[in-house]
């Protein structure tokens, strides 16, 4: 390759080497394509692809704080004594 990573690729090369730039991508991983020496484009795997495009199933809400990173961190959170509000309508 021309660029110092493994699995960076210049425009030019990658269009001549495109079969084992899809090869490099599905055996080895994410590969960057640099035009003027900066990222352009990365060619992933479409496995790769699906995981981080597709979003999971929507739980319930109590799923969704169950699943917090705070979730059994001992966190309390002390309700204000104000009560019910009054709202003029």
Do not use: C, Y
Not at 60 to 68: A, E, H, K, N
Not at 75 to 80: F, G, V, W, Y
């Amino acid at each position: 390759m021309t660029t110092s990573h493994a699995n960076t690729w210049g425009v030019a090369e990658a269009k001549n080497r495109f079969s084992e730039l899809i090869e490099q991508a599905r055996r080895v991983g994410p590969q960057a394509i640099t035009r003027h020496g900066k990222t352009a484009v990365v060619v992933v795997d479409a496995i790769t692809w699906q995981q981080a495009t597709t979003r999971p199933p929507s739980g319930s809400f109590v799923d969704f704080l169950l699943s917090s990173p705070l979730a059994g961190s001992g966190l309390e959170i002390d309700r204000l004594p104000a009560g019910l509000r009054t709202v003029d309508l």
